[in-house]
């Protein structure tokens, strides 16, 4: 990244990693979501970040929430606009392949570190999900459920952070190379915290679901893996760092003994 060279603001948001080929590459966690929540019979097992992301599309729906449809949907016309606009413009980064196969290492790579960051901070462990529901719908599930938390949390908190940090340091008068960094240090910083809030039961209770209580190891642990995650997703983009959150996930669940 090299934050700093646009004209008009800090170019780092230009120089990452498209967008286009990590979202193609996510297409398979998508499925697997799709999958799991079709074959479970568990209820209320839909991701809270996919919750808030559709959130406008559930209340225009109702009591009962948008049909399963709707996410398919939304997925096929989203990918065929990237399709198109990648046909258009040569993309940056990792083509969508590339990222699948990255992803699959990192999450490799990060499982031992992040398992680690855990001792350090004494976050004692990470709750799933609930023990009856730790068959392959909801193993299919977790996966899936990491490209939507790295949407909401990566891509768009991190993303309206950074437009908004930048915007406000232009107007007042910051050097570019400076409002670059520092967007970029906003956007991690309030999209981990955010993350690591999102986690917690005073949150998830709102949502209409279950969380973890306050416990300054684990909400320091998340942290520090939104931290992780963030900087990865910067680094080598979206598709690249969703496969190793889902990844990540399911070491998670196959080691928790039910």
């Known amino acids: 990244m090299r934050p700093g060279r646009g004209r008009n603001g800090p170019s780092a948001a230009d120089d990452g990693p498209s967008f286009g080929p990590g979202f193609l590459a996510a297409l398979p966690l998508f499925?697997?979501?799709?999958?799991?929540?079709?074959?479970?019979?568990?209820?209320?097992?839909?991701?809270?970040?996919?919750?808030?992301?559709?959130?406008?599309?559930?209340?225009?729906?109702?009591?009962?929430?948008?049909?399963?449809?709707?996410?398919?949907?939304?997925?096929?016309?989203?990918?065929?606009?990237?399709?198109?606009?990648?046909?258009r413009s040569p993309a940056r980064g990792p083509g969508a392949s590339r990222a699948v196969i990255e992803g699959l290492g990192a999450g490799v790579v990060l499982a031992p570190l992040l398992v680690a960051l855990l001792a350090w901070t004494r976050g004692l462990h990470v709750d799933v999900g609930a023990e009856p529901s730790r068959g392959l719908p909801e193993l299919l599930r977790l996966l899936g459920a990491a490209p939507w938390e790295e949407l909401l949390f990566r891509v768009g908190i991190y993303g309206l952070l950074f437009v908004v940090t930048a915007r406000a340091a232009a107007?007042?008068?910051?050097?570019?190379?400076?409002?670059?960094?520092?967007?970029?240090?906003?956007?991690?910083?309030?999209?981990?915290?955010?993350?690591a809030l999102f986690h917690l039961d005073a949150v998830q209770s709102v949502l209409g679901g279950h969380g973890e209580p306050f416990v300054s190891g684990l909400f320091a642990w998340r942290l520090l893996a939104g931290l992780v995650l963030g900087a990865w997703m910067r680094l080598r983009g979206f598709g690249v760092v969703a496969w190793a959150h889902a990844i990540f996930n399911l070491g998670i669940a196959l080691g928790i003994p039910p």
């Open 171 to 195: 107007f007042l008068g910051v050097p570019s190379g400076a409002r670059g960094w520092g967007a970029e240090l906003v956007g991690l910083l309030g999209s981990s915290t955010a993350f």
């Open 31 to 87: 499925a697997a979501y799709e999958l799991g929540l079709g074959t479970s019979t568990a209820q209320g097992l839909r991701s809270p970040a996919e919750r808030v992301l559709l959130a406008v599309p559930d209340l225009a729906f109702g009591h009962d929430g948008a049909p399963r449809w709707i996410r398919p949907a939304l997925l096929t016309v989203a990918a065929a606009l990237v399709v198109g606009r990648l046909r």
